[in-house]
């Protein structure tokens, strides 16, 4: 006697897992000592092959014992709030998200950090034995710290890793969401020490691009790898206009020298020889391959200077360091917070949290010239 037709049986598998029995059928295969079986075979959506014998001994039993394989092989059955994905399977699903971000167009330092965030949600899973679904996912991102940027990272990777994996879950921004830290207020910067210590530097280095690196963020406050992109021939006092790309804010910059005589006696008009292969463009983003080897110059750079002063200038002469000596001399100056952000290249909010005790100070000074 002739058996049903699986393609039925087959349609209304997929009708119960939407999501993964699309690449799967139900087959009819014969043989000389057990007569007619059945096999559920094909794909999972994670290209992992699928071809099992099904006990069964009716079209009917072989939907039903499929669709409890099923089951066991991804989780979830007919309501995908339940959804599960056995342990077996992380490598896969982290292969498939990984290779999502490649394809997101993301900057190579963005590409890495979303990755490195994927790997340890896979890792977390894998070492604690858990199974991937909403639970375990939330789970994850409260191990964090809320503060930390951990915890964005936690739930960029949750998002990720839910979507390739078809699993819904909702992340409440206001329970689990990242809090950035309260910005901290610099100390009170002497810019008298600063410009010592870079005339330390000058004494004790004969690196020029290591001197001119530092001279430039020194008298514009710009970020490091900034410096790489500016057009410097045309500048020599100031007020005379510097033209750049600030590859973090991913945008051009208009700056200028802030120490009035400090570009033209260190001759930072002139862009160095020994790094022109590492300039960048001023009006466009540089490659990953440029940024990557901007970082190590500026990397290489900071560490000299480092060793060839004093601890006590060493202390000053760091990137972060020169570029708040810059903000701060720009407040004392009477410049607004607009003013000081734009040469800078950063937010009114971040000048006013971490800034503040520098134009307080002078509050009483400007009252009684102003007023």
């Keep these: 006697m002739a058996g049903l037709p699986l393609r039925p049986f087959t349609k209304q598998l997929r009708e119960r897992f939407p999501h993964d029995a699309g690449g799967l059928r139900l087959r009819r ?3 000389k000592t057990h007569g007619e079986r059945f096999q559920l075979i094909g794909q999972l959506p994670t290209h992992e092959p699928v071809a099992r014998t099904l006990e069964a001994k009716s079209e009917f039993d072989a939907l039903e014992e499929a669709a409890q394989l099923l089951e066991r092989l991804v ?21 498939q998200v990984l290779h999502a971000i490649a394809g997101m167009g993301f900057r190579q330092q963005h590409e890495r950090s979303r990755a490195n965030a994927v790997k340890k949600l896979m890792s ?29 990272d936690a739930i960029t990777a949750a998002r990720l890793v839910a ?12 329970k689990l ?15 008298a020490k600063v410009l010592a210590a870079y005339e330390e530097l000058l004494a004790n280095s004969c690196r020029f691009e290591v001197q001119w690196l530092l001279g430039v963020v020194l008298a514009t406050g710009c970020r490091a790898t900034s410096a790489l992109t500016f057009e410097v021939e045309s500048v020599k006092e100031v007020g005379d206009q510097l033209i750049g790309y ?6 051009m910059i208009k700056t200028t020298p802030t120490v009035r005589g400090f570009w033209r006696k260190h001759l930072l008009y002139h862009f160095p020889e020994e790094i022109e292969e590492l300039r960048m463009p001023s009006d466009k983003r540089a490659t990953d391959d440029q940024i990557t080897q901007a970082n190590n110059f500026v990397n290489d750079a900071f560490a000299h200077a480092k060793r060839k002063v004093s601890p006590e200038s060493a202390e000053l ?55």
Excluded at 246 to 251: N, T
Excluded at 357 to 369: G, I, L, Q
């Design 75 to 95: 989780g979830g059955g007919i309501d995908p709030n339940t959804r599960t994905l056995p342990t077996g399977r992380l490598r896969g699903i982290e292969r």
């Design 124 to 152: 977390w899973h894998a070492e604690a034995g858990l199974p991937l679904q909403a639970a375990t996912l939330l789970a994850y991102i409260r191990s964090t710290d809320r503060h930390s940027r951990q915890r964005r």
């Design 163 to 174: 979507k390739t994996a078809n699993i819904p879950v909702e992340i409440d921004n206001k």
């Design 246 to 251: 600030d590859s973090k804010r991913d945008c």
């Design 29 to 31: 295969f014969r043989t």
């Design 317 to 371: 002469l760091k990137a972060r360091v020169l570029r708040s000596a810059c903000a701060a001399r720009c407040l004392r100056a009477g410049l607004s917070e607009l003013e000081v952000g734009t040469i800078l290249s950063t937010s009114v909010e971040q000048i006013r949290a971490r800034y503040a005790r520098f134009y307080r100070a002078s509050t009483v000074e400007n009252a009684a010239r102003l007023l």
């Design 177 to 191: 969401g990242y809090i950035e830290p309260k910005s901290q207020l610099v100390d009170d910067i002497d810019d």
